[in-house]
């Protein structure tokens, strides 16, 4: 009864400040994201930035002719448009097994390029048309032949399969909706703090408090409460890109699940931190989380510096990125975890204060 009555409270508050609730933790992260995915989305698409992808080659071949094709892609020539490196490539070059012996024998070469990122589309695409120049090339040598009798060849790609093999890709919309999440849990968190100091707050936790209660269980009221509130705001965010067919579109039972986390999350900030500080310094502390997914980049949808990484959502961020590229709890397993796991810490570490604190007041 109890438990319904601080939950009811707290609804009706939500809804006396409708507007406000609106305008703060829904259409204001909903524009930005937004706005920055627009943003994010005409850099992407300007054609005169032509930057140097960074490729890794496979040689499975391991010839002179595949050897020859690397020394290519290695020359000074080509480094404006790839960049050959070892680890963290944007894309991947594999040169089949029988290359040589292919080329040898005018046959079309196989060779695969596996773009992992899609940021790199249009000089991957110039780099596919080199390629097929170069081969060409090389066929109308190896001939001997009057280049008008490999016409047939040399008006089709020379390589048979040059393969643009991307990963499901993510627009800057997604990517935004994805990365905005964070900020929305945090802000509904540091939100959670701040009204847990107000006289509105302490006065009805001195009515419930007259009442035959323990202090634990006046704990886990409001917890409840706090985590009926924010599920309803992360899931009024969530499903406004889902309706519009922008994000956060695959499988639905896996979106909540993803959304109850982000809950529990946001509850668990809120709940240590107040039960931890008092008024002057719980404030404080809030006010430096709320503020590490914003120095730490991840709110504009930038990899994350180390303010970002030690930002309570940052895995939380990895995992309803990778919901949206796979549409699936596909390789979410471990961010929510993690994210679980800090959550269950944060509670654990507010009761033990809790109790503490009783036995205290006992002793004295």
């Known amino acids: 009864m109890k438990l319904f009555y601080y939950i009811k409270t707290t609804l009706k508050s939500m809804i006396a400040n409708g507007s406000v609730t609106i305008l703060y933790f829904i259409l204001f992260p909903i524009v930005l994201a937004t706005f920055m995915g627009f943003v994010q989305n005409t850099n992407n698409d300007n054609p ?64 695969t390029i596996n773009k992992k990122v899609e940021e790199k589309g249009l000089v991957t695409n110039t780099l596919k048309s080199i390629l097929d120049k170069y081969h060409q090339n090389l066929y109308v040598e190896l001939s001997g032949e009057d280049k008008e009798s490999l016409n047939k060849i040399i008006d089709e790609s020379i390589i048979e399969s040059i393969i643009i093999d991307t990963p499901n890709e993510s627009n800057s919309y997604k990517k935004m909706a994805a990365s905005m999440i964070g900020f929305v849990i945090i802000m509904q968190a540091y939100t959670l703090i701040q009204s847990g100091y107000a006289d509105v707050s302490i006065n009805l936790g001195k009515r419930i408090g007259a009442t035959p209660i323990s202090e634990i269980e006046y704990f886990f009221i409001e917890y409840v409460a706090s985590l009926v509130y924010v599920f309803i705001i992360l899931s009024i965010y969530v499903m406004f890109f889902r309706m519009l067919r922008i994000s956060f579109l695959g499988n639905f039972a896996h979106l909540i699940i993803l959304i109850l986390v982000g809950t529990i999350l946001s509850a668990s900030i809120s709940k240590c ?42 895995y939380l961020n990895n995992a309803f990125s990778l919901y949206n590229l796979n549409g699936n709890l596909q390789g979410c397993g471990k961010w929510l975890a993690v994210t679980l796991i800090g959550s269950i810490i944060m509670i654990l570490i507010a009761i033990v204060k809790i109790i503490f604190h009783g036995r205290k007041k006992r002793c004295s």
């Open 48 to 111: 005169l930035k032509l930057k140097p992808v960074d490729a890794q080659i496979i040689d499975k071949d391991n010839s002179d002719m595949s050897k020859g094709l690397i020394e290519l892609l290695n020359s000074k020539e080509m480094k404006d448009i790839v960049n050959i490196v070892e680890t963290k490539p944007e894309a991947e070059i594999i040169i089949d097994k029988g290359y040589e012996n292919n080329i040898l024998s005018l046959n079309k070469g196989s060779i």
């Open 273 to 314: 931190i107040s039960t931890l500080f008092g008024a002057k310094y719980g404030k404080i502390v809030g006010t430096v989380i709320f503020m590490l997914p914003i120095i730490g980049g991840e709110l504009f949808g930038i990899k994350a510096n180390k303010a970002g990484i030690v930002a309570p959502t940052h």
